[in-house]
């Protein structure tokens, strides 16, 4: 798994791993197609949480630290994500 940003962030230079992409041994995500931080797990919210800024950053840190449920190492991880 690659996991990009967005899709302009992309390997421009896919020829390089063109035999794994083809081979579907390697695959590739896009975290901002995978929709609002509020709609998915933990921890993929975690890696979005990474892509955001302004009120959507603190919006989604706001709602991963009520879905936290005290968990310090997600608290944790949020606010090292704002900082």
């Known amino acids: 798994m690659v996991i990009y940003p967005t899709r ?4 421009s230079r896919a ?4 035999e ?3 081979s579907r041994r390697v695959q590739r995500m896009y975290l901002d ?4 931080v509020a709609n998915l797990p933990v921890g993929l919210g975690l890696m ?6 302004g009120e959507k950053a603190t919006s989604g840190a706001r709602g991963l630290i009520q ?4 968990s310090r190492d997600t608290i944790d991880l949020v606010s ?3 900082v």
């Open 33 to 36: 197609e995978l929709g609002a």
């Open 48 to 53: 979005v949480l990474t892509t955001l800024e």
């Open 67 to 70: 879905r936290a449920q005290g």
């Open 15 to 18: 020829d390089i791993v063109w």
């Open 80 to 82: 090292t994500i704002i």
């Open 8 to 11: 302009s962030t992309a390997q």
């Open 20 to 22: 794994f992409l083809e």
